[in-house]
C-alpha cells in the first residue's frame, strides 16, 4: 500500500509492526502529531557544576532537539552555570520534518539552598544588615554592646550596655525613635542600664553614645540599630527596674524568705510542710530534716575553724561550703519545727562565722566565692532568724555582710566597666542582689545606738582599687541592674547561650537557681522570662545529654575534659531552675534518672518554692529541635535525635567571645560524639588556670580540631594558631585571653525538610598575634573560613576549609581524640571507640602526609606537666601539607560506622569544591555554600 506520507524518505510503510499505525493515517489522510510522553530532571534543585540527567520519551516524532541542538536517545546530562539563567531552563522539541505541528515542554530548574550573605539573615531584623566589630571605642580589650547592630529586642525597656572610656565624666545614651519624635537622651555614669521609658513605636530605633571627658572634650561612638516590634507574639514582659523589686522588699516582713501566699499573707510554716510532705520531694524532704538533726548533734556539717593562710584553695572553699550549709540546715528546722534549740546554735554558729575576717583568706579580695557563700549564708541567717535574735547580734551581722558586700559592690561597679566579661564579678551580681533583698532595712543595736543595714554601708577601699575608695550610691540599683544587663554575657540577650564553656554553664547554674528562686520567694520576681535567660534551658538540651549518668564532656572551653561535672554540680539545680522557669520541657529534661537522687536533700528553696509554685507536669516526648543556632555565643550543636542519649552530635564554635576568660583559641573548630561516644574532643586538660605551661595545650588551637599552619620558609613547626602573644609568631605560644582573636557565625541551615545542618564560620580575625610594646593585633591570615555540614541519617559530615595567607604556608588539620587513630593510609585514618562505634575520615586536599598519633600525656611531659592520674589518655593526630602555599580549600569527610554513603568530591577551581554525598550535592566555596539534595 501506497502512504502519501511526507515525512518518510521514500512515502511507502517499511516496517510490518507499524502497518496497522499506518492504515490509520493514511485512512485519517493526516500523520500523527509529535508527541513528548515525559520529560522530566533527576534533580530539580542545582547546585553549580552539578551534571543533572534529563530524560525524556517521545513518539510519532523523526527528530528531537535539547535547547535548539539535535539529541539522540533518551537521555543527556547538562551543568548549571552560575548566575547563568539559561543553564536552568531547558526545552525539548519533537517534530517531523514537513508537519506543521510540533511538541514542545521545558523543565525549569532552580538553584537550590544558597548560603552567601556573610551572616546569619535569621538571627536579625528583615532587611537590616549588620555592621560587623565596629566598637565604640577602638581599642577596648573588652567591648560589649547591646543591643548589637540590627538586632530585634523583644521587651518594651531593653537593656543598652556599651564600652567604658578611661576617665570619662559622663555619658549620654540617646536614643532615636522610628517616627523621628524627639530622642530619648539619659545622661550617666554608668555602662550599661534598663532603658527607663517604655518602647511604644515599631519600626527601626538608633542609638548612639556620646563620651564627655573632665577637659571637656567628646567623643561619639557607632550609630547603632536595632527593631522593635510591639505587636510581635513572642515579646516578653518588661524588665523589672531596681525600684520596683525594692518597694516589694520594703513591704515585706522578715523572714522574707517564706513566701507569700495568693492572698498576699505570709505562709504559715506548717503549710510548707504539709505541701512539702505531699509532694514528691516528700523523701528529699525528710532527709533534709534528718540532716538538721545530725547538724544539731554535731554529727553533720560541724563548723569548722575559720581557715588559716598558706590552707589551698579548696580546702577554704570547703570549710565555707560546711560553715553555710550547717547554718542553713539549723535555720530551717527551727522555722519548720520552732525548737528553740536549733535557733539557738544557728544563731550561735552564725556569730562566729561573722567573726570570721572579711579581710582574711575567706574573703573577697583572697577568695571571692567563699567570701559570696559565707556573705549569703549571714544573710539567710539574718532573714530566718531576725526575730529570734537580739539587736546586739543583728548589729555584728550587718557589719560582717557589710564588709564582705562592700569589696564585691566595688567589682560590679568598677571592674566590669574594664572587663565585662569577669565571669566571678558577673556571678557575684547574684549574690549580691540576694544579700541586700534579705538584708534591706535590717536594724541592729550598736554601741552607739540603733543602725540600719543601710547604715553600716561603708564605702571602704576595695581589693584592687588602688586605694580608692567607692563613692557612695545606690547600692541595690547598681546590683540589680547589674544582674539584669549583666545575665546572658557568655551569650547574649538574644540566644540565652553560654558561650565559653558548658562546664561553666553547669557551674553557673549552682549560682543562678537558688538567686533565681529567692527573688522569686521574696518578691514574687520572676527573672526567668528575661530575655538574657529565656532559653537558659536550651544551652542544656544542646549541649548536656539528658540522662545524668552519662559521663559528660563540656564541648568547648575550660573543663572540657572533666566528665560528670553535670552530674555534681547541675541535677539539683537543673530541678530548680525548672521550677521557677515553668517550662515542662525543663521539667521533662531534669527528671530522667531521677530515682537515684530522690531521697537526696536539696537547697531549701525547693521546699519553700513547693507550696508558693508546685512543678509543672513535664513534657511528654516533646519536640525538641535536631539543630541549635546560638548566634549571639557563636556556638551551633546538631544532633541525630536530642532526647536520646546515645545520640550523635557534631558541635561547632565560631564565636565574638573570642579566647576570652574560660574560652580557648579554638574558633571554627569542631568536637564529634557518636552514639554516646565522643570521638573528636577539645583537647588538653584543666587543673591550673593561670599556669602558663597548662595554658599552651588546654587552650591551644593545635589540640581543637582546628586548622593551624607554619611561619612561612625555614620554618616547620606548624602549630601556629590563634591569640598568638608574639607578633610574627615562629612557633605557637600560649593563648592570649581576649576578643579581638574572635570568630563569628556567617552561614546556618536547619530545615525541617532536610536531613542536612550546615554551619559556617569566619575565623580570620581569631588567627592574629599581639604585639605587647603596642597592643597592636597583627593578622596572620588574610581568610580563614570553615563550613561543617552533618546528616545523622546518612551518618555523614562534610567539613570544608578556606584560608589565605600573603606569607606560603604548610597547612595543618588537627584531630584530638580518645583513643589513637589506627588503619592510618595516606588521606585517612578511623578511629574506634569502643563497643561497635567507629568513625572514619578521609582527606581531599593538598598532598600530605599524617603524623604518628602522639600522646597528649607525652605533650604534658615534654611542657613539664603531670597528667593527672586517672585522666583517661587523649591523642593528637595532624596532617600536614607537603608543600608551601599561599591558600588552602580542603574537605574533610567524617563517616560514622565507617559506612560505605557514596561521598565524591571534584575542584570546580583552585577554592571551589563540587561535592555528591549520596544523593545530595554541595558546592563549597570560601564563604559561600549551596546545596541541593
Given amino acids: 500500500m501506497v502512504c502519501f506520507l511526507v515525512h518518510h524518505s521514500k512515502g511507502v510503510c517499511m516496517r510490518q509492526p507499524h502497518v496497522a499505525l499506518l492504515l490509520s493515517v493514511c485512512i485519517g489522510a493526516a500523520h500523527a502529531a509529535p508527541t513528548i510522553l515525559a520529560f522530566d530532571a533527576d534533580h530539580l534543585k542545582v547546585v553549580e557544576g552539578q551534571p543533572v540527567r534529563l530524560h525524556w520519551e517521545v513518539s510519532g516524532a523523526a527528530t528531537v ?72 571605642v577602638v581599642e577596648h580589650e573588652y567591648a560589649r554592646i547591646e543591643p548589637r547592630d540590627c538586632t530585634s529586642v523583644k521587651v518594651r525597656n531593653p537593656v543598652f550596655v556599651w564600652p567604658d572610656v578611661y576617665d570619662v565624666a559622663e555619658m549620654v545614651l540617646t536614643v532615636n525613635f522610628p517616627s523621628g519624635k524627639s530622642p530619648l537622651r539619659i545622661t550617666t555614669t554608668r555602662t550599661s542600664l534598663i532603658l527607663p521609658e517604655l518602647l511604644n513605636e515599631t519600626g527601626l530605633y538608633t542609638w548612639q553614645v556620646e563620651y564627655r571627658l573632665p577637659g571637656g572634650q567628646s567623643r561619639s561612638g557607632e550609630v547603632r540599630r536595632f527593631h522593635f516590634d510591639g505587636n510581635a507574639v513572642d515579646n516578653l514582659p518588661d524588665l523589672p527596674t531596681a525600684a520596683e523589686v525594692m518597694a516589694r522588699i520594703g513591704q515585706r516582713l522578715h523572714p522574707r524568705l517564706i513566701p507569700l501566699s495568693g492572698n498576699g499573707q505570709v505562709m504559715q510554716m506548717s ?47 570547703d570549710a565555707s561550703f560546711r560553715a553555710a550549709q550547717g547554718i542553713e540546715r539549723l535555720a530551717v528546722a527551727a522555722l519548720v519545727k520552732g525548737d528553740q534549740r536549733y535557733h539557738a546554735q544557728a544563731i550561735a554558729r552564725l556569730l562566729q562565722l561573722a567573726s570570721w575576717a572579711p579581710d582574711g583568706v575567706t574573703g573577697e579580695c583572697q577568695q571571692d566565692q567563699a567570701n559570696m557563700q559565707i556573705m549569703v549564708a549571714l544573710a539567710q541567717g539574718l532573714d530566718m532568724l531576725y526575730y529570734n535574735m537580739t539587736g546586739a547580734d543583728r548589729y555584728v551581722l550587718i557589719n560582717a555582710i557589710n564588709a564582705r558586700l562592700n569589696p564585691l559592690m566595688y567589682k560590679m561597679e568598677a571592674g566590669l566597666r574594664s572587663n565585662p566579661y569577669d565571669s566571678h564579678v558577673l556571678a557575684s551580681a547574684y549574690y549580691a542582689v540576694q544579700t541586700l533583698m534579705l538584708s534591706a532595712g535590717a536594724v541592729g543595736q550598736g554601741p552607739l545606738g540603733d543602725v540600719t543595714f543601710e547604715q553600716g554601708a561603708q564605702y571602704d577601699k576595695s581589693c584592687d582599687a588602688n586605694n580608692k575608695p567607692l563613692a557612695p550610691f545606690d547600692r541595690f540599683s547598681a546590683a540589680w541592674e547589674t544582674l539584669i544587663t549583666s545575665s546572658g554575657t557568655w551569650g547574649g540577650g538574644t540566644d540565652s547561650a553560654f558561650g565559653n564553656s558548658v562546664s561553666y554553664a553547669w557551674y553557673a547554674l549552682n549560682s543562678y537557681a537558688p538567686a533565681m528562686a529567692s527573688y522569686l520567694l521574696m518578691a514574687n520576681v520572676d527573672i526567668s522570662r528575661i530575655p538574657a535567660l529565656r532559653q ?61 537522687t530522690q531521697s537526696l536533700a536539696l537547697p531549701f528553696q525547693h521546699y519553700f518554692l513547693t507550696a508558693l509554685r508546685p512543678p509543672v507536669e513535664p513534657a511528654v516526648l516533646p519536640a525538641l529541635k535536631r539543630t541549635y543556632l546560638f548566634e549571639d555565643a557563636g556556638v551551633v550543636a546538631m544532633h541525630s535525635d536530642t532526647a536520646d ?77 590563634q591569640a598568638e602573644p608574639a607578633a610574627s609568631p615562629v612557633a605557637p605560644g600560649a593563648p592570649l585571653f581576649y576578643r579581638q582573636p574572635h570568630g563569628r557565625l556567617i552561614n546556618f541551615y536547619a530545615a525541617e525538610t532536610s536531613d542536612w545542618s550546615v554551619a559556617t564560620g569566619d575565623a580570620t580575625a581569631a588567627y592574629r598575634s599581639r604585639d605587647i610594646n603596642t597592643s597592636v593585633w597583627n593578622p596572620l591570615l588574610q581568610g580563614a573560613v570553615r563550613t561543617v555540614a552533618y546528616n545523622a541519617k546518612a551518618g555523614v559530615a562534610l567539613i570544608y576549609d578556606w584560608a589565605q595567607s600573603a606569607t ?77 602555599s599561599n591558600s588552602l580549600a580542603s574537605l574533610i569527610v567524617l563517616k560514622e560506622d565507617c559506612n560505605a554513603v557514596s561521598v565524591t568530591a571534584e575542584y570546580l577551581s583552585p577554592t571551589k569544591l563540587l561535592v555528591k554525598v549520596d544523593t545530595s550535592w554541595f558546592i563549597f566555596d570560601k564563604k559561600a555554600v549551596q546545596l541541593s539534595e
Avoid at 662 to 673: K, M, Q
Fill in 65 to 136: 532537539m535539547l535547547n535548539g541542538v539535535p539529541v539522540s536517545g533518551n537521555s543527556q546530562i547538562v551543568r548549571y552555570a552560575a548566575g547563568d539563567a539559561s543553564t536552568l531552563r531547558h526545552t525539548l522539541t519533537a517534530s517531523t520534518p514537513g508537519e506543521p505541528e510540533t511538541a514542545t515542554r521545558s523543565i525549569e530548574l532552580s538553584a537550590g539552598v544558597v548560603l552567601d550573605k556573610d551572616y546569619i539573615s535569621e538571627s536579625y531584623a528583615a532587611g537590616c544588615k549588620p555592621v560587623q566589630e565596629a566598637d565604640f
Fill in 271 to 317: 503549710a510548707i510542710h504539709a505541701a512539702v510532705q505531699a509532694s514528691p520531694l516528700a523523701a528529699s524532704y525528710e532527709t533534709y530534716l534528718a540532716e538538721a538533726e545530725q547538724v544539731l548533734a554535731n554529727e553533720q556539717y560541724v563548723m569548722p575553724a575559720e581557715p588559716t593562710a598558706g590552707q589551698g584553695e579548696s580546702t577554704i572553699e
Fill in 536 to 596: 537558659f534551658g536550651d544551652n542544656f538540651h544542646a549541649h548536656t545529654v539528658r540522662d545524668r549518668s552519662s559521663k559528660v564532656r563540656s564541648a568547648f572551653g575550660d573543663g572540657s575534659n572533666h566528665t560528670g561535672h553535670y552530674e555534681s554540680y547541675a541535677w539539683n539545680s537543673y530541678r530548680l531552675f525548672a521550677q521557677v522557669s515553668q517550662n515542662p520541657v525543663d521539667e521533662w529534661y531534669y527528671r530522667d534518672n531521677i530515682e537515684q
Fill in 645 to 721: 542519649p546515645q545520640r550523635s552530635s557534631l558541635f561547632f564554635r565560631s564565636s565574638r567571645l573570642g579566647a576570652i576568660n574560660h574560652s580557648h583559641a579554638d574558633n571554627n573548630a569542631f568536637t564529634f560524639v557518636s552514639k554516646g561516644k565522643s570521638i573528636f574532643i577539645s583537647g588538653g586538660i584543666y587543673e591550673n588556670y593561670g599556669l602558663v605551661q597548662e595554658q599552651r595545650i588546654r587552650r591551644a588551637t593545635r589540640y581543637k580540631n582546628a586548622l593551624t599552619f607554619d611561619a612561612g620558609a625555614g620554618h616547620n613547626d606548624a602549630g601556629i594558631g
Fill in 808 to 884: 606560603k604556608r604548610r597547612w595543618q588539620m588537627n584531630y584530638q581524640t580518645l583513643v589513637a587513630p589506627v588503619d592510618i593510609g595516606a588521606r585517612e585514618f578511623k578511629v574506634n571507640a569502643g563497643d561497635g562505634v567507629s568513625v572514619c575520615v578521609n582527606y581531599h586536599g593538598y598532598d600530605g602526609k599524617y603524623a604518628v598519633p602522639e600522646k597528649m600525656s607525652k605533650v604534658a611531659k615534654n611542657a613539664q606537666l603531670t597528667w593527672p592520674a586517672g585522666e583517661p589518655e587523649q591523642y593528637h593526630t595532624a596532617y600536614k601539607t607537603n608543600i608551601r
